[in-house]
């Protein structure tokens, strides 16, 4: 089922502004999928994919692979797609919200909704070690990874949470705060190794 969201003037702005997006008319949509959203996935191989499936897999996709005519930006709650002639959103599970880390030592970029097909981060195929707690101390991830091809880390953190994010790089650490609620981050680009 799938329903028509249209977006106020503010945050219509806001929205264009921090993701690119060129929409202010996105279909939201759970499964099942309608047929025209199918071939719309189709069209850049996600079909058959859930939410998280198509963000995992545009994440981690090689820089030379990302669509140009695509827009995927990861919102709070759902993922924004769009394309010169479609849009529509996919809702992320109710539980669960997407961080989107691009570590740096030297250069960054201002971004707050971590668009999957055009952000791109300094550590590109890095090794890191990244550690991710909650305010009562708890460690939601910990883990030995690489960034991908764009620099970034992405992590599935429970929604409604904050706290810290470590990363260490190459004898180099940093740190930096996240909040995963309905108006946080989703892309994390001020994390600076040290």
Not at 93 to 100: A, C
Not at 141 to 156: A, I, L
């Amino acid at each position: 089922m799938s329903r028509s969201l249209t977006f106020g003037g503010a945050l219509l702005a806001l929205t264009l502004g921090l993701t690119g997006c060129a929409t202010n008319d996105v279909q939201e949509s759970a499964a099942p999928l309608e047929a025209p959203q199918q071939e719309f996935l189709g069209a850049y191989g996600l079909e058959g994919m859930d939410t998280v499936e198509v963000i995992d897999y545009l994440d981690r996709l090689a820089l030379p692979d990302h669509p140009t005519d695509l827009m995927a930006s990861v919102m709070p709650d759902h993922l924004a797609l769009s394309s010169s002639n479609t849009a529509f959103a996919m809702s992320l599970p109710d539980d669960t919200s997407y961080l989107s880390i691009a570590p740096y030592v030297t250069q960054t970029h201002e971004c707050y909704y971590h668009s999957l097909t055009t952000c791109e981060g300094e550590l590109s195929n890095a090794n890191v070690h990244v550690k991710i707690v909650d305010e009562t101390g708890e460690v939601l991830v910990e883990e030995d990874t690489t960034t991908f091809d764009n620099g970034f880390v992405g992590v599935w953190v429970p929604r409604d949470t904050a706290g810290t994010i470590e990363i260490s790089y190459d004898g180099m650490t940093g740190t930096t705060e996240f909040v995963a609620t309905d108006d946080g981050a989703t892309c994390i680009t001020d994390l600076h190794l040290t």
